[in-house]
């Protein structure tokens, strides 16, 4: 589709002169398109990560799985090649910073260079929290704030390297809104672990704005992944859920469409942007 207005002639529209930086505004199927991009997907092997591979193949960009799952990677890998996209895999622990820097290195192998970056790679605990400890506290920090803020941090030293205005998405959790979690009391280290991948993401943000690096954060609701299913809840957790909500009533695939946007042109002046996708939980709305 050819653009519709050039951004010169909207600026000088009835008598105004108003200067405008781009002379043309491109087309929405060209912001779409990811032909050509490389994204890499840490969770991508299942779960919302999956969602967000399936979305970016979509669009025409090679993606890499970064995931310690390594048979749902190779079942991942094998579904969407059979479909004809171009999808690899890394095994790599985003815990280790050794394995986050083979990770980005063996993408920057097999497919030149990183456009786009999404961290869904997380883990999901509840505990009574006068009874967590520090092993509790540190897995899901580890994996959830580290782990995902050192892969951003390598991958955007990669992009700035080599002046890609490139995209890093960071998924969080509406578990950050106290209203959103019928856990929340009990959910001591993996709030904290997504307030700090939020604050994170923010300053990586304002850090990359003058490379042109555009990081956001989505926080998804409920969701059906594999993930929700095999969490092991605390047998101590007694408080129930305060709402008749079915839980984990939505489709990932309604994360992954949001997150998609947000690594295409779509979002080009929405660095900092924090996004919750969770059909108005964090409203009070029950789903
Ligand atoms: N499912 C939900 O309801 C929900 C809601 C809000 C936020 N989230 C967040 O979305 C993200 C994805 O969750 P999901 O529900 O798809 O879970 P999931 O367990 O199905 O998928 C997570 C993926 O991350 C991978 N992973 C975990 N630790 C890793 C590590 N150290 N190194 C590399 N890969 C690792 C897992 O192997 C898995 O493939 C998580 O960050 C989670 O906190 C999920």
């Not at 095999?230 to 909500?245: E, F, H, I, Q, W």
């Amino acid at each position: 589709m050819k653009p519709i207005y050039s951004l010169e002639q909207y600026g000088k529209m009835r008598g105004l002169d108003i200067k405008i930086a781009s002379d043309e505004t491109p087309s929405l199927a060209s912001l779409l398109d990811l032909t050509g991009k490389v994204a890499i997907v840490t969770g991508g092997a299942r779960g919302l990560g999956f969602h967000v591979v399936y979305r970016l193949a979509e669009a025409g960009a090679k993606v890499m799985i970064v995931d310690i799952a390594t048979d749902f990677a190779e079942d991942a890998v094998e579904f969407f090649t059979q479909r004809g996209a171009d999808v690899g895999f890394v095994l790599a622990d985003i815990r280790a910073q050794d394995q986050i820097e083979r990770a980005v290195a063996a993408t920057v192998d097999a497919y030149g260079q990183i456009d786009i970056l999404v961290n869904c790679a997380g883990v999901m605990g509840i505990q009574p929290t006068l009874e967590a400890t520090e092993d509790d506290w540190n897995v899901l920090l580890d994996v959830n704030a580290r782990g995902n803020v050192f892969f951003c941090q390598a991958v955007a030293r990669h992009m700035v390297e080599r002046g890609i205005k490139g995209k890093i998405v960071n998924v969080a959790s509406n578990a950050v809104e106290p209203s959103a979690s019928d856990w929340f009391a009990n959910e001591l280290g993996y709030v904290a672990s997504k307030a700090g991948l939020i604050k994170a993401s923010e300053v990586l943000a304002a850090a990359l704005a003058e490379h042109g690096i555009v990081v956001t954060v989505v926080n998804p609701g409920g969701m059906r992944t594999p993930g929700a299913f095999l969490m092991k809840r605390d047998d101590r957790v007694t408080a129930k859920p305060s709402s008749s909500r079915p839980p984990l009533a939505m489709n990932p695939d309604a994360v992954g469409r949001v997150v998609f946007a947000l690594a295409t042109g779509l979002a080009d002046f929405a660095t900092g942007a924090v996004l919750n996708v969770d059909g108005g939980s964090s409203l009070g709305a029950r789903v």
